[in-house]
Structure formats: structure tokens, C-alpha cells
């Protein structure tokens, strides 16, 4: 009897033992499996990417301040966000041309487009734009115009995706965010905002009228780059806020010193520093900053050249 149950008792602690094991080895392949399970996770957020082209029509350089814009002058402040005030448009500083040009990467000499209007006859865009690229390299984009001759930016193209409301931005922060989904990985978004613009032809630039809309118009680029961040919280987001064009008096046409002076502000929420090599470049070096964002390494046929120490953007952002 003695015996046996001796041999039980071994019987019990080898089972014991064998159970203990089984939870140690068990918890081992959870902890593996989860960490395996959220790095790849983590990879595929890595690989999910938004950027966001805000072009406001008419802003100057001359109407950045603290108090006029309180939002954008914090970004142009931080030493870690890319940004210039020194940005220069087309010597003819008009919508149309200028915003070609941004989109295309693309003197005015070589997209040929002179005139400032959308005629019925005018033939569609037929170069590359930023649209084409982003299509060809698997990104989904939106456009929301708030002047309907814009739409020639977009070389014929139609859809959902894009949006032509000709109001203010007061009323228009809605419909960009019911227009934009968050359904696709890699999207970029071109924004055109008109208030500046409209102000400045019908009241001056630099008048009340024009830099009390420009404050309101800052807060509601504030309030949609927090609602991107929300939406789009697993993204890496970028944001760009640019102008076509400044303004003297009540025009813009002429090429004048501030007509010409325009913002360039590059930004995520996690920026490191960068190096300008010069800060004059010109607005069809935006097109650049936006392929290099999306990956696109063929720009050698294009005019614009970043002339930016981007290898700082590559390291830590992985472009």
C-alpha cells in the first residue's frame, strides 16, 4: 500500500508539473503571437498616409502675423516645422496660372496656360498633376474648389471625390469633411479656400474687412487640422498650406512685390528640424514636396526642384 501510494503521489506531481509547464508555454506563444500580431499592425499603420494641399487664394506673406493668424504664425514659428515666407508665385500673378503650376511642378513658360478665365472652348489640361501621380502610385484623391473654373486642374477628370462649392470657408468645413473618406490607406486631399481673394478685390488687401476673414478663416484651419488628426489618428498626416498669390490695393496681376510673396508651410505632428539651402523657391517646387510625400521618385522631367535638405524627411519619416 505504501508503495502505491508513493507511486501515486509521483504520478500527481508529474502531472502537476507537466500542467505547469503547458501554462508557461502557453503564455510564452500569447506574448509572442501578440507582440507579432501588433508590430504588423503597427506596419500597416506605418503604411496608412494622408496628405492635405490647402491653397488660400490671395494670402499673402505680408498677412501673417500673430494676430491675424494667430494659427498659422504658431506653425511658421516652430523651429521644427518646415515653412518660408519667401515662397514666390508666376510674375503673373493670377489663379489660374499660379495654381497650374502648383500642381503640376511646371513653369508657366512650359504649362502654357496665360489667361486668368475658363472658356468653353479652352482645351483640357493635358499635362501630368499631382492628381495623375497620385493615382498611378495607389493613392485615392479628393478636391474641394471653392472657384469652379478649378476644375480645369483636374485634366477632365470626374467623381464624387470631387467638390466645387463656391461659398466661404465658414460654411464649407463640412462638406470637406463629409467629402473626404477614410476608407482608403493612402489618400491625398487639395483644398482651395477663396475668402482671402474675394476680400481682397472687394475690399483691399490688408483692409479690416480682409484680416477680420482671415483670423475667422485661421480658426477654421485650426479646428480642420484637429479633425483630420481624429479621423485619420492611425494615418501618418501631412499638411501643407500654401497660397497662388498675394495682393496690392484691390488686385493682384501685376507681379508686385507682395502679389508675388506667398507661405509655404509643410507640417505633421511629429516634424523633426529642416535645412533650407533657399528660401526663394518657387510655387511650382510645391508639386515636389508633394510627390516626395508620396513616394514619387520621378521628377526629373518636372521644373520644380526642392532645393530643401530633405534627407532629414527621409530618415525620420521614412520617405
Known amino acids: 500500500m505504501k508503495e502505491q501510494k508513493k507511486l501515486s503521489k509521483g504520478i500527481r506531481v508529474l502531472i502537476y508539473i507537466g500542467i505547469l509547464i503547458s501554462v508557461i508555454v502557453g503564455i510564452f506563444l500569447f506574448s509572442y503571437l501578440g507582440t507579432s500580431v501588433k508590430e ?8 496608412k498616409r494622408i496628405v492635405v494641399l490647402v491653397s488660400i487664394d490671395g494670402l499673402g506673406s505680408n498677412l501673417l502675423s500673430s494676430t491675424n ?3 498659422l504664425q504658431s506653425l511658421i514659428d516652430d523651429k521644427e516645422i518646415l515653412s518660408t515666407l519667401e515662397m514666390k508665385t508666376l510674375v ?6 499660379s495654381h497650374i503650376s502648383m500642381v503640376t511642378g511646371l ?15 479652352t482645351p483640357i489640361l493635358d499635362k501630368d498633376t499631382i492628381f495623375d501621380y497620385a493615382l498611378d502610385n495607389g493613392y485615392s484623391y479628393y478636391a474641394f474648389l471653392t472657384k469652379s473654373k478649378l476644375i480645369y486642374l483636374l485634366g477632365g477628370k470626374e467623381g464624387e471625390n470631387i467638390v466645387i462649392k463656391e461659398e466661404y470657408s465658414d460654411t464649407v468645413m463640412d462638406d470637406i469633411d463629409t467629402m473626404v473618406e477614410d476608407e482608403e490607406e493612402r489618400i491625398l486631399v487639395f483644398i482651395h479656400l477663396k475668402d482671402i481673394d474675394s476680400y481682397g478685390h472687394e475690399y483691399g488687401w490688408e483692409s479690416k474687412e480682409q484680416l477680420s476673414v482671415l483670423k475667422e478663416l485661421d480658426r477654421e484651419l485650426e479646428l480642420m487640422v484637429d479633425d483630420f488628426r481624429d479621423e485619420y489618428s492611425d494615418y501618418e498626416r501631412y499638411f501643407i498650406f500654401t497660397a497662388d498669390h498675394g495682393g496690392e490695393g484691390k488686385q493682384h496681376s501685376d507681379g508686385c512685390y507682395d502679389c508675388r510673396r506667398i507661405p509655404f508651410i509643410l507640417f505633421n505632428d511629429d516634424s523633426p528640424s529642416y535645412n533650407f539651402k533657399n528660401f526663394t523657391f518657387s510655387i511650382y517646387d510645391v508639386a515636389c514636396v508633394v510627390l516626395k510625400l508620396m513616394h514619387v521618385t520621378e521628377t ?3 521644373d520644380c526642384v526642392l532645393d530643401t535638405d530633405f534627407s532629414i524627411v527621409n530618415e525620420e519619416f521614412g520617405i
Open 40 to 47: 504588423e499592425n503597427t506596419e500597416i499603420q506605418k503604411n
Open 69 to 71: 493668424t494667430p494659427f
Open 300 to 302: 526629373e522631367h518636372l
Open 107 to 121: 513653369t508657366q513658360n512650359h504649362h502654357g496656360f496665360y489667361t486668368n478665365t475658363l472658356e468653353e472652348d
Open 92 to 97: 503673373q500673378s493670377e489663379t489660374m496660372p
